[in-house]
């Protein structure tokens, strides 16, 4: 998949070429911890969570953009399955901070990389804070031991948010099975699909919660006309498994070869499968056992 484009990581000295899905070129960077292990919707008060910091308009625009080829060292990991969520607009720019929420480290733009809304998808209100999930990576697995996490997150003030519809089913992939499911609120798969899904050396990340980022049609990447379904993961193995100019992102989208351990990373659907994902919501939740 020929797009080339390059990742710039502040606080490292590392720029790469990107490689398992391609979109517009871009750049980001920076300093974090692991995310709490709490699922969705517990609340604190807000005398036990800290008060938001102001972030003027100079120092907000100075911020890295917290977009798909931005690499923030300040992001949170997460290494886990999410089980439900919140969506979300932005109603402006919005700062992003870590953990110990003081020091902004990026910032959410109000739309994304196609000039669209951007999608928040929220896991938890802690006062006037929300930990949402970011489509940026924290670290690139040369510089993780070989091992990076595939799914981020960060706080953003809660006043930033426009409460979106939640989505009322979830997509689920087994790399065991070798299939993408949707499965409704209640647990029901409603369909399901076979799937061609990342090697041995080129793994799709598993134990992790992403979501629905974007889609868009680029038949140069040999997708055909059918929708790329970009999601919110990257690879967790490898900086450019694809070898070229994609940068390790996982997308769901059509390939003649739609099942097996074929891909470098992301996961091939039928265009029937790739029709019934590309019905779903903005924000939906994409869990990769």
Same mark, same amino acid.
Request: a negative charge.
């Given at each position: 998949?020929? /797009?080339?484009?390059?990742?710039?990581?502040?606080?490292?000295?590392?720029?790469?070429?990107?490689? !398992?899905?391609?979109?517009?070129?871009?750049?980001?960077?920076?300093?974090?911890?692991?995310?709490?292990?709490?699922?969705?919707?517990?609340?604190?008060?807000?005398?036990?969570?800290?008060?938001?910091?102001?972030?003027?308009?100079?120092?907000?625009?100075?911020?890295?953009?917290?977009? =798909?080829?931005a690499v923030v060292g300040g992001l949170l990991p997460v290494d886990?399955?999410?089980?439900? !969520?919140?969506?979300?607009?932005?109603?402006?720019?919005?700062?992003?901070?870590?953990?110990?929420?003081?020091?902004?480290?990026?910032r959410f733009a109000a739309t994304d990389f196609l000039g669209q809304?951007?999608?928040?998808?929220?896991?938890?209100?802690?006062?006037?804070?929300?930990?949402?999930?970011?489509?940026?990576?924290?670290?690139?697995?040369?510089?993780?031991?070989?091992?990076?996490? !595939?799914?981020?997150?960060?706080?953003?003030?809660?006043?930033?948010?426009?409460?979106?519809?939640?989505?009322?089913?979830?997509?689920?992939?087994?790399?065991?099975?070798?299939?993408?499911?949707?499965?409704?609120?209640?647990?029901?798969?409603?369909?399901?699909?076979? !799937?061609?899904?990342?090697?041995?050396?080129?793994?799709?990340?598993?134990?992790?919660?992403? =979501?629905?980022?974007?889609? =868009?049609?680029?038949?140069?990447?040999?997708?055909?006309?059918?929708?790329?379904?970009?999601?919110?993961?990257?690879?967790?193995?490898?900086?450019?498994? =694809?070898?070229?100019?994609?940068?390790?992102?996982?997308?769901? /989208?059509?390939?003649?070869?739609?099942?097996?351990?074929?891909?470098?990373?992301?996961?091939?659907?039928?265009?029937?499968?790739?029709?019934?994902?590309?019905?779903?919501?903005?924000?939906?939740?994409?869990?990769?056992?």
């Amino acid at each position: 998949m020929p /797009h080339r484009k390059t990742w710039t990581t502040v606080g490292a000295a590392v720029v790469v070429a990107a490689a !398992a899905i391609a979109v517009p070129a871009l750049t980001g960077a920076t300093g974090g911890e692991a995310v709490p292990a709490t699922t969705h919707r517990p609340t604190s008060t807000a005398s036990t969570a800290p008060a938001v910091p102001a972030v003027d308009a100079a120092a907000l625009a100075a911020l890295p953009e917290a977009r =798909y080829s931005a690499v923030v060292g300040g992001l949170l990991p997460v290494d886990r399955t999410v089980s439900s !969520a919140e969506v979300f607009r932005l109603r402006a720019d919005a700062p992003l901070f870590g953990s110990d929420r003081q020091h902004p480290v990026a910032r959410f733009a109000a739309t994304d990389f196609l000039g669209q809304p951007t999608t928040v998808v929220g896991l938890r209100r802690e006062g006037a804070w929300e930990l949402v999930l970011t489509p940026a990576r924290q670290a690139l697995p040369s510089t993780a031991g070989g091992h990076a996490a !595939a799914q981020t997150a960060a706080w953003v003030p809660a006043a930033t948010l426009e409460q979106q519809a939640t989505p009322t089913s979830h997509v689920v992939i087994s790399t065991t099975d070798q299939t993408v499911s949707i499965v409704s609120s209640t647990g029901q798969v409603s369909r399901s699909f076979p !799937a061609g899904v990342g090697t041995t050396d080129t793994p799709t990340p598993t134990g992790v919660t992403g =979501y629905l980022e974007q889609r =868009y049609v680029d038949p140069s990447q040999g997708t055909g006309d059918h929708p790329i379904q970009l999601t919110s993961l990257h690879s967790s193995a490898d900086d450019e498994p =694809y070898g070229g100019s994609d940068g390790g992102l996982i997308g769901l /989208h059509w390939n003649a070869a739609a099942s097996g351990a074929v891909s470098h990373g992301c996961v091939r659907l039928s265009a029937d499968g790739v029709a019934a994902i590309d019905a779903l919501p903005l924000g939906t939740l994409v869990t990769v056992e």
